[in-house]
């Protein structure tokens, strides 16, 4: 069982940053890839970056590479997702995931509550 509790969104102007967090339990943390994804109001859930258990092999969507930086400190069963250069069009729910020994795309087992960030123009 893997508990995951994200923190670090909030109100941001286009062409900010912000750092979200994702506080993982569980002993076998860094058997789990860790992924996170983002709900905006009336759209579907969409994957945004994964991280490899094994070799921290990373992937990403097309609309954030090059400004979106995922990283794990697996020591301290933590995932992170840096974001540069917002966008109005980043605003969502952003939520981690973790898949237990999966690609860097999952499948993924268990899901943070999420955290809101809003980017305004």
């Known amino acids: 069982q893997v508990q995951l509790v994200e923190s670090g969104g909030g109100l941001v102007q286009a062409g900010g940053s912000l750092r979200l967090s994702c506080a993982g339990s569980?002993?076998?943390?860094?058997?789990?890839?860790m992924g996170w994804f983002r709900q905006a109001p009336g759209k579907e859930r969409e994957f945004v970056a994964g991280?490899?258990?094994?070799?921290?092999?990373?992937d990403y969507a097309d609309s954030v590479k090059g400004r979106f930086t995922i990283s794990r400190d697996s020591a301290q069963n933590m995932v992170y997702l840096q974001m540069n250069n917002l966008k109005p069009e980043d605003t969502a729910t952003y939520s981690c995931?973790?898949?237990?020994?999966?690609?860097?795309?999952?499948?993924?087992?268990?899901w943070g509550q999420g955290t809101q960030v809003t980017v305004s123009s």
């Open positions: 991280i490899s258990w094994s070799n921290d092999n990373t």
């Open positions: 995931a973790a898949g237990f020994m999966a690609a860097p795309r999952g499948p993924f087992d268990y």
């Open positions: 569980g002993r076998t943390f860094r058997r789990y890839t």
